[in-house]
């Protein structure tokens, strides 16, 4: 069992920057590619960004290219995602997912193992 806590979430202006971060309860190493997705008030999850077990493929949502990057430290067994020039369509709670095993992929159906999420607000 994979558990993920995710953390650096909380309320910022638009332009700015946020770090999240998903730390989990075992070496990454052991899991699959690891990804965030996003929820926002009225609306369905949608993909945010995944990343691959060697963490040399990434993949990222059109709405946040440029300005999001997913990195994973093996090491730390933690996946950060790094977001630049927040703006308000940002808003939602986002969530860290793993796979049990296997490539980064878009669709959430994919991930076994989800975090709680952490809120993030980007006012106007």
């Known amino acids: 069992q994979v558990q993920l806590v995710e953390s650096g979430g909380g309320l910022v202006q638009a332009g700015d920057s946020l770090r999240l971060s998903c730390a989990a309860s075992?070496?990454?190493?052991?899991?699959?590619?690891m990804g965030w997705f996003r929820q926002a008030p009225g609306k369905e999850r949608e993909f945010v960004a995944a990343i691959s077990w060697s963490g040399g493929v990434t993949l990222h949502a059109d709405s946040v290219k440029g300005r999001f990057t997913i990195s994973r430290d093996k090491a730390e067994n933690t996946v950060y995602l790094q977001m630049n020039n927040l703006k308000p369509e940002d808003t939602a709670v986002y969530y860290c997912?793993?796979?049990?095993?296997?490539?980064?992929?878009?669709?959430?159906?994919?991930?076994?193992?989800w975090g709680q999420g952490t809120q993030v607000t980007v006012s106007s």
């Open positions: 997912a793993a796979k049990g095993r296997g490539s980064a992929t878009t669709y959430d159906y994919n991930y076994d193992y």
């Open positions: 075992v070496r990454t190493s052991s899991t699959g590619a």
